[in-house]
């Protein structure tokens, strides 16, 4: 930047903080019951925490009872302290306090917070929000208004997050013709460009079942109810601002903002506006996008600019997810690039009104100087504030400026609680240029400094990091998961088409059996379908008989010597470059499983990445088991624990996570030394047959892992019972795997081997929706948990437990959430579940619904027809402990709801199955989470999230009772199941002499 142009923007916020010297945000002033709590919540980290939580939950205490507890939990003892006396003051101001009943405390506390939020609400209703804007504009301030309510998790919501667009601009239009335009106006509009009423809207909530997996679905599920409000709008002579949310919406949110810019309808009308964020590093690509595209198509638009409300949580989710920080990380970073990009903008001002929204006043002066160099003229930007803060801010800028458009959002205080929290945390950030200027008094320089300049000191006083892992064992990088399914990337989501397309051109093809390094064709097949269309067979699969089994196990006691005796790490690299291998062709591996599975899109990725996952870990821990361990310290002896592979291992694995089990259960035999023939499942033999071209490539050698598909348990049991094998590694039903150990466990003639089974089994997991339950979030996990991929997973939610008080709201809305879901092939990412994988699950899942019909109250059945095998989706209500319903594994789309009459009551039903795999709370009660973690006994507890999708190294997986035996798998107890430890023991002592090691015991 140039010098002159810098010291300009820094006199100009000079005036612009002396115009207002003295005057401070209502939220900063101490004389109140919310100055006083901010401030208290900025000197104490662990009280703002409990704060904002406390705020977040607070509108779902609707009793006396309910609050006091909470805010018991919440705020007496811990690490916040005793129940602060600045969160107390109210009630003691109005006489509350002191002896008297904490109900009454409660109730002060929460008339208090209702009183924050109100602060920056323009209404509760309609009504309200309509005479209020009127207020507003009386002060001579332009208004947008928007609706609260950002979550929608059914059409129905989406429904009325439109209507309710469609009410309040009803009402505004009543009122428009008493405003009068503010400046020179001319045909009615503010300033001479802008008009008078203008609406700013969240594009998710028009269309519930948004995500970026189904892009154009999205695009235009989002289009179909934005139109009939910018039809309003245009009707109104007014103007929409779509507003961004979270990244994975960005694309979609461009999108659709072009389509609607440019819609014949719409396309001479100019008033539609888009917010691009600074904090993101690509805003400068896409601006630069949009600009050209604007020009091209000849359509003038509007741009906000912000910095960006979700940083915390893009940088938090990337992390999660394993991806790259779509963020700037360090604050002054932002404030550049808001710097850059609004001078982009103005040099295009006369395609381009730009809206600059900043509380920030050396952004604010940054934007005026720069439109002052560049000449652009006044009605081709303005100031934008939100409702209820930084109110010095807006009353300089109004001086100053003339021309500043207030943020109203207006609705109810439930989903005003959650806009009072991103507000609250955005005030009192520490990176907060509000906090900085109004609560800490930092020195007007340094809040004018230019960020440049302001980054370099910063980068000097804590340079970054260094990026690289420290080496762990062996060399070996610390072991990180792949990441997951990002459909943000468009080459991602055209990449999957493409991938299922090419698996159709190849329909048909022969599968051989592999033994021994060779491809071996038998006479007997059988066809594996695509679920979606059982006509269409993807490939006909050579079948094993026993004579092909006795091959495959001759073929791996005859590798076994030589695996053996390979070091570990060199077993170890052989998975390594299986991983990298599988990385490679992940969207290939992923579509095989879309079509002969019928996984979704998304789901299928993650499990390649899963299986990716297993064969990073187990490499790591092979190692890490590698080295032998000393036992003792006593001198003159020499005791080495160390490991060796057990044998043959027969790996038996199911279809509903063909690609990872089938690989987690293989690469932990391998990778430990033994030798494996590998049975899949005949519903996915195809994906299956991806791990012989894995391994190939990866330098297996021949004989250490036989592919042996066969039919069903004729050539399992055989398998299982041969006294070749000496390790079961399955899973599969509860049926199944008990059958297993008891066969197992009978010595065959010839045999040489207790045989050690590992078997992961069925569940009946319950998730809990406690009586303060985010339901939002609820809702979502437990439909995502009973529905994904269709039920099948031995993970997935089958009983949702509600506290007695949340039972009403909760069933509505999920109800009408599931009834949202679309339904039919995978291959389209519209649809949120598909068919079950064959005619005999269809066949279970129908008669289970019939059962339904009888054990409980149906609330919802969706019956699904098609060549495909489509299995009812079922909302069975009314269903107890002692019901077969509660009790049984279905392994499809049927989701029982149980009414229990306290937390107490849910945790005694969630454990009062044989199973024990996976479950889940939703609570916002410390207490009940905490109870939770001792008492709800699965294997596999998640608390306030779904309960599937578990990770390797991060929730190692797998459950006890009837849910199976063994250790979890992607956990550091798992490889020693395929191994046998042996002892050495040495005396060093030889007449009497005797070497003293370093390690050894000190003879004092
Ligand atoms: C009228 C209006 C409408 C808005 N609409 C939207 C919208 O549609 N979508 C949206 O996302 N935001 C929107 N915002 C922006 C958002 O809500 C915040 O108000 C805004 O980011 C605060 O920026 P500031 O310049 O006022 O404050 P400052 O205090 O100068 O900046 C704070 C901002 O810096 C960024 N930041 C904080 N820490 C870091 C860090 N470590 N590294 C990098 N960057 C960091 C964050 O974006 C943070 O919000 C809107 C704001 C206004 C005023």
Not at 457 to 468: G, I, V
Not at 577 to 582: G, H, L, N, P, V
Not at 627 to 647: A, Q
Not at 942 to 950: D, F, K, P, Q, T
């Amino acid at each position: 930047m140039n010098p002159q142009l810098d010291e300009a923007i820094r006199q100009r916020g000079k005036a612009f903080f002396a115009s207002i010297r003295g005057e401070s945000p209502s939220i900063f002033n101490k004389g109140f019951w919310t100055g006083k709590v901010m401030d208290w919540a900025m000197q104490n980290e662990a009280f703002k925490v409990q704060l904002f939580r406390f705020v977040d939950v607070l509108p779902y205490l609707t009793t006396g009872d309910n609050l006091s507890r909470h805010i018991e939990e919440y705020f007496a003892g811990g690490e916040a302290g005793d129940i602060p006396a600045v969160l107390k003051w109210g009630a003691e101001k109005s006489g509350l306090f002191g002896g008297v009943a904490a109900k009454l405390m409660g109730k002060a506390i929460r008339s208090n917070i209702e009183g924050m939020a109100r602060q920056f609400i323009v209404g509760e209703t309609t009504r309200e929000a309509v005479k209020n804007l009127g207020k507003i504009r009386k002060d001579g301030f332009a208004f947008t208004v928007d609706l609260l309510g950002e979550a929608t998790v059914s059409e129905g919501e989406s429904d009325a997050y439109r209507d309710g667009y469609l009410e309040v601009l009803a009402a505004i239009e009543a009122e428009q013709a008493h405003w009068k335009p503010f400046g020179a106006g001319t045909d009615d509009l503010d300033w001479g460009s802008a008009p008078r009423v203008n609406a700013s809207i969240k594009p998710s909530a028009l269309y519930s079942q948004a995500r970026p997996m189904d892009f154009e679905g999205s695009v235009e599920g989002i289009l179909a109810r934005m139109r009939p409000v910018y039809r309003k709008i245009m009707a109104m002579g007014g103007a929409l601002c779509i507003d961004m949310e979270q990244l994975k919406y960005k694309a979609i949110t461009i999108e659709l903002f072009k389509r609607l810019r440019a819609d014949p309808e719409f396309r001479d009308y100019p008033h539609l506006s888009i917010v691009l964020q600074a904090y993101l590093r690509e805003t400068e690509h896409d601006l630069r996008e949009l600009i050209s595209w604007g020009r091209a198509e000849g359509l003038p638009f509007g741009l906000r600019l912000v910095k960006g409300a979700y940083w915390d949580s893009e940088t938090v989710v990337a992390k999660q997810m394993g991806w790259p920080t779509p963020t700037w990380t360090r604050k002054p970073e932002s404030d550049m690039a808001h710097e850059k990009l609004a001078r982009l903008i103005l040099e295009n001002s006369d395609l381009v009104y730009f809206q600059c929204a900043s509380h920030n006043i050396r952004t604010i002066a940054n934007v005026m100087e720069t439109a002052a160099e560049l000449g652009v003229p006044d009605n081709r930007f303005e100031f934008q504030a939100l409702y209820g803060m930084a109110e010095p801010v807006r009353k300089g800028l109004l001086k100053v400026a003339g021309r500043v458009r207030l943020y109203c959002p207006y609705g109810e205080l439930l989903p005003g609680m959650a806009y009072l929290v991103r507000r609250l945390l955005e005030n009192t950030a520490n990176e907060s240029f509000l906090r900085q200027s109004f609560a800490e008094g930092a020195a007007e320089d340094l809040l004018l400094e230019n960020p440049a300049a302001t980054l370099a000191r910063e980068l000097a006083a804590h340079p970054p990091r260094p990026k690289a892992e420290p080496a762990t064992l062996d060399g070996l990088t610390a072991f990180r998961d792949e990441p997951l399914a990002d459909f943000t990337i468009a080459e991602l989501r055209t990449a999957f088409p493409a991938a299922i397309a090419a698996l159709h051109h190849k329909a048909g093809q022969t599968l051989p059996l592999v033994i021994g390094g060779q491809a071996l064709e038998t006479a007997d097949r059988l066809p594996t379908v695509n679920p979606a269309d059982p006509t269409e067979i993807l490939a006909q699969v050579c079948q094993a008989g026993m004579a092909e089994v006795n091959q495959a196990l001759a073929a791996a006691e005859a590798a076994f010597a030589d695996w053996r005796d390979k070091t570990p790490r060199q077993r170890a690299d052989v998975l390594l470059k299986a991983a990298a291998i599988a990385r490679r062709d992940i969207v290939a591996l992923a579509a095989t499983q879309v079509l002969e599975v019928g996984k979704q899109w998304d789901q299928a990725y993650n499990d390649v990445g899963e299986a990716i996952d297993f064969l990073e870990y187990y490499a790591r821990e092979a190692v890490r088991l590698g080295t032998p361990r000393r036992m003792g310290r006593e001198p003159g002896e020499k005791n080495h624990l160390f490991y060796e592979p057990k044998g043959v291992c027969a790996v038996i694995a199911p279809w509903n996570f063909p690609l990872a089990i089938a690989c987690g259960m293989t690469a932990a035999a391998i990778v430990t030394g033994n030798t494996v023939v590998f049975k899949p499942s005949g519903l996915a033999a195809l994906v299956g047959y991806g791990l012989v071209t894995i391994f190939q490539e990866a330098g297996l050698p021949a004989g250490v892992f036989n592919f042996c598909p066969g039919r069903g348990s004729v050539i399992g049991d055989y398998l299982i019972e041969h006294p070749a094998v000496s390790t079961i590694a399955f899973t599969g039903s509860m049926e199944v795997g008990l059958r297993i150990q008891e066969k197992a466990a009978k010595v065959h003639p010839g045999q040489r081997y207790c045989k050690r089974v590992i078997a992961e089994m069925g569940g009946k997991n319950a998730l809990i929706i406690d009586d303060d339950a985010d339901l939002d979030e609820a809702i979502i996990g437990v439909v995502y948990s009973a529905f994904g991929f269709q039920g099948q997973k031995c993970s997935a939610c089958s009983r949702v437990i509600v506290v007695d008080a949340m039972y009403e709201r909760f069933v509505a809305r999920l109800t009408e959430a599931c009834a949202s879901l679309a339904i039919g092939p995978a291959e389209d990412p519209t649809n949120a579940m598909g068919p079950v994988v064959d005619a005999a699950g269809q066949a279970k899942v129908r008669e289970y619904a019939a059962l339904a019909r009888q054990e409980g109250d149906v609330l919802l059945e969706r019956q699904i027809e098609g060549p495909g095998f489509y299995a009812p989706l079922v909302v069975v209500a009314g269903i107890r402990p002692e019901h077969r319903l509660a009790q049984e594994e279905v392994f499809g789309p049927i989701l029982s709801v149980m009414r229990a009459a306290s937390f107490d009551e849910a945790i005694a039903w969630a454990n009062s199955t044989p199973f024990a795999l996976t479950g889940g709370v939703y609570s916002r009660s410390p207490k009940h989470l905490d109870k939770a973690r001792r008492e709800f006994r699965v294997g596999n507890l998640y608390l306030n999230r779904n309960c599937v999708g578990a990770m390797v190294g991060r929730q190692p997986f797998g459950g006890s009772k009837m849910s199976g035996v063994g250790s979890k798998s992607g956990g550091p107890d798992y490889l020693l199941q395929f191994m046998e430890p042996r002892v050495v023991t040495e005396n060093t002592i030889r007449r009497g002499f005797t070497p003293i090691d370093a390690d050894d015991e000190w003879v004092e």
